[in-house]
C-alpha cells in the first residue's frame, strides 16, 4: 500500500511537471511568433509634452531612423500635461506588445516621482526601459532686451527686488522647472515661477519679454540664440557645450557646484517581452551610433548616448534618488 501510494504521489508529480513545461513552452512559442511578426504595424512613440521642444526633436529623430530601420511607420503623438505624467501614464497602461512607446525625460522618470504628492504610475515597476537616447544641457536664456547679460547680473537684479523677476518653464516638475529651483536654492534667490504647456509655448513670451529668463534644452533654444531672438547666458551642464562653446556654465560665472542637464530615453510598458525591447533597444543604439545622427544631434546641443535596457533601468533609479534630493532640498512644488 505504501508502495502504490508513493506510485500515485510520483505519477501526480510527474503530470504537474509535464504541464508546467507544456505551459513555458507554449509561452515560449506564443512569444517567439509575436517577435518574428514584430512589428507589423505601426508603432507609436508618445511624447508626453507639445510639439516643438526637445522630447519631441529627438522622438521624430529616433522614430525616423526606426521606421527605416524596421520598415513600419512610426507615429509620434504628444501628449502633453502634469510635468509629463499624462503622457508617461498612457504608456504605463497601454497594451506591452512594443506598439507604444514613450519618450521620457529625466522628469517623467526622476523628479516627478518626489514632485508630485501622488503619481498615476510607477517610474520603475510599470516600465520596460528600452534605451537611453540623449543628455541635454539647459541654458539660462532671455530676450536681447533684458538688462542682465550674466549670471551674476541676474542674481544681482533678483536680489535687489526679491520675486519680481520672473522664469518660465515648460511645466512645473521638468527639468526645466528644476534648473531654476537649484539656481534659486544656490544663489538664495527669490523668482517667480511661470509654468507653460510646454518649451513651445513658452518662448514666444520670452522672446517678447513678458517673462524675464528661462533655463531651456538646449536644442529648443539653439535655433534663438544663433538667429538674434534670444541670449545665453550660461549652461547647466558640468562642462561648456561644443554646440555653445563661448557660452559659460553656470559654475564657472559664479554658482560653484551647479549642475542639472536632462536626459531623454525610450520605454514601453512592463511586461514587453524581452525579444522586442532588445531589439528595439538594439535599433536605437544603432541608429545613435551613425555619425550623421550624432553631428545632427550634437549640433542641436545634445549628446547622443544610447545604452542596454540593463543600463537604462539602473540610471533610472540612480536619477530618481539624486532628485529627491534636489527637490526636497529646494522645496520645490507643483503648481
Known sequence: MVHLRGSTHSCSTTTTRVRRLFVAATALALSAVAFAQYPNKPIKIVVPFTP????????????????????????????????????????????????????????THGINVTLYPKMPYDAVKDFAPVSLVASVPNVLVAAPSFPANTVKEVID?????????????????????????????????????????????????????????MFDNAPAVIPQIRGGKLKAMAVTSA???????????VAEAGLPGFEASSWFGVLAPAGTPKDIVDRLSREIAKALAAPEMKERLANQGADAVGSTPEQFSAHIKAEIDKWAKVVKASGAKVD
Do not use: C
Request: net charge positive; aromatic share 4%.
Open 52 to 107: 516643438g521642444g526637445t522630447t519631441d526633436i529627438l522622438a521624430r529623430a529616433v522614430g525616423g531612423e526606426l521606421q527605416k530601420s524596421l520598415g513600419q511607420p512610426v507615429v509620434i503623438e504628444n501628449r502633453a500635461g502634469a510635468g509629463g505624467n499624462i503622457g508617461a501614464d498612457a504608456v504605463a497602461k497601454a497594451p506591452a506588445d512594443g506598439y507604444t512607446l514613450l519618450m521620457g525625460t529625466v522628469g
Open 157 to 213: 537684479a533678483a536680489k535687489k527686488e526679491p520675486g519680481k523677476l520672473t522664469f518660465a518653464s515648460s511645466g512645473s516638475g521638468t527639468s526645466i522647472h528644476l534648473s531654476a529651483e537649484l539656481f534659486k536654492m544656490l544663489s538664495q534667490t527669490q523668482l517667480t515661477h511661470v509654468p507653460y504647456k510646454g518649451s513651445a509655448a513658452a518662448l514666444p513670451d520670452l522672446m517678447s519679454g513678458q517673462v524675464n529668463i
Open 239 to 249: 562642462t561648456r557645450s561644443p554646440a555653445l562653446p563661448n557660452v559659460p556654465t
